[in-house]
């Protein structure tokens, strides 16, 4: 197991700002190269973690930032606008802390915690293919002196690909849900690089076999509780997503602006300075940004609300939370989907778009908001507010 050298130790939300806006100055410049010729980004991924980003979660009694989750959602989304993928990437990393921070044992908390701090990156092996939902698990945890073998096959696992431990959802010999944290170069496991999305195509989402692979007791954390009781566990993965939707809503929304003041420049012969006074294009503008702004202050409020639950925890605080997270997933994925919409309605059938990857926008869009329906966003949030229902404590809400 190997880890990165010289990783940077972030102590503040500014500082971790700050570190974020000069790495996605840094990843923007080759990110369309990246998705077109889908150019794996470990370089970049290498010099991410060094930066101390992915430890920014980990509590100050244990060493680290513990930021906000208004920053960490301001982090996620200044990654993304960068680049998509590599803003999702440490989407289940900080799902992962997540768990362990309200399931995981002091000794477990210290020493995981420890190995994040010294640079390492969690994956993830969750979903599974042929279940009877998308909630259920067949991977099997089976004990096996000390420990336990693991046997089962995970997709769409982001983030395993760039891996030292890959935490992963396994069903125990009593039908329970664990979370084991499996290194990744443990005999019997095998990473396929076999995520073939038209979108976010450097996530490294393929898939993760488990041929009878051994893990230590100590390495595996309950996992089916934390959805057993109220925690905060659904609306920080759902806050993590909302906040990639509005980086690449921010990405296209800017590249828009300069596609239509440089490619399309109908005022030059008439001595006229403004980019266009097309009242269709003004309105096209005018209408996405209303909502990218509105979406940004509902990112920034979900993440107000999630502190909240994480500081005081209970059925009220959670529902709260979650319902303010689904708020801003649902306006972020339909902000995310019409940016790059817009971009091509204003190119019209010219090939620029894809001559300089302005089309990435709308492919990661659409495939990163289908990660979970937003329709059920709106049905719990008027459920909540209509009949005082409380959602339903999973990872997708």
């Known amino acids: 197991m190997t880890f990165s050298h010289h990783v940077a130790v972030i102590t503040s939300d500014e500082q971790a700002l700050i570190v974020a806006s000069d790495l996605a100055e840094d990843f923007r410049r080759d990110s369309a190269l990246r998705d077109r010729e889908r150019r794996l980004p470990l370089a970049e991924l290498d010099v991410f973690s060094r930066s101390g980003l992915w430890g920014i979660r980990v509590p100050k009694e244990y060493g680290g930032a513990g930021v906000s989750n208004v920053t960490l959602a301001k982090v996620t989304a200044l990654i993304a606008q960068a680049d998509a993928s590599l803003g999702q990437i440490p989407q289940n990393h900080f799902y992962a802390l997540e768990v362990l921070r309200v399931n995981g044992n002091p000794e477990q908390q210290k020493r995981l915690y420890a ?7 969690f994956g993830n092996a969750l979903a599974e293919l042929g279940t009877k939902t998308a909630h259920d698990r067949v991977t099997k945890l089976t004990r096996d002196g000390d420990g336990y073998r693991i046997t089962g096959r995970k997709f769409y696992s982001t983030g395993a690909l760039y891996a030292q431990r890959i935490p992963t959802s396994v069903v125990d010999e009593n039908g329970i849900q664990q979370l084991a944290f499996v290194p990744s170069d443990s005999l019997g496991l095998t990473v396929i690089d076999d995520w073939s999305g038209f979108g976010q195509r450097t996530t490294g989402s ?4 488990f041929d009878n692979v051994w893990v230590a007791a100590a390495d595996v954390i309950p996992f089916q509780s934390a959805f ?6 659904g609306p920080l993965a759902q806050i993590l997503h909302a906040a990639i939707d509005t980086g690449i809503a921010r990405a296209a929304f800017e590249d828009a602006l300069h596609f239509v003041r440089t490619k399309t420049r109908p005022w030059i012969d008439s001595g006229n ?28 409020r979900a993440g ?46 010219q090939a620029t778009l894809a001559e300089h990857g302005l089309d990435r926008h709308w492919r990661n869009a659409r495939v990163h908001t289908l990660h979970d329906p937003v329709r059920w966003k709106y049905h719990a949030v008027g459920n909540y507010y209509l009949n005082d229902e409380n959602p339903p404590l999973r990872g997708t809400i």
């Open 304 to 349: 107000v609300f999630l502190d909240r639950a994480q500081a005081q925890t209970n059925a009220q605080t959670v529902a709260a939370a979650s319902i303010a997270v689904a708020e801003v997933r649902a306006l972020s994925t339909e902000i995310s989907l019409a940016a790059g919409s817009t971009l091509f309605e204003l190119a019209g059938s």
């Open 206 to 209: 393929g898939s993760v076999v």
């Open 228 to 233: 057993e009781r109220p925690t905060p566990v």
């Open 115 to 121: 190995e994040v701090l010294a640079g390492q990156r």
């Open 273 to 300: 300075d403004k980019a266009t006074e097309d009242p269709l294009t003004l309105k096209s503008f005018g209408h996405l940004s209303i909502r990218l702004h509105a979406t940004e202050a509902l990112l920034e």
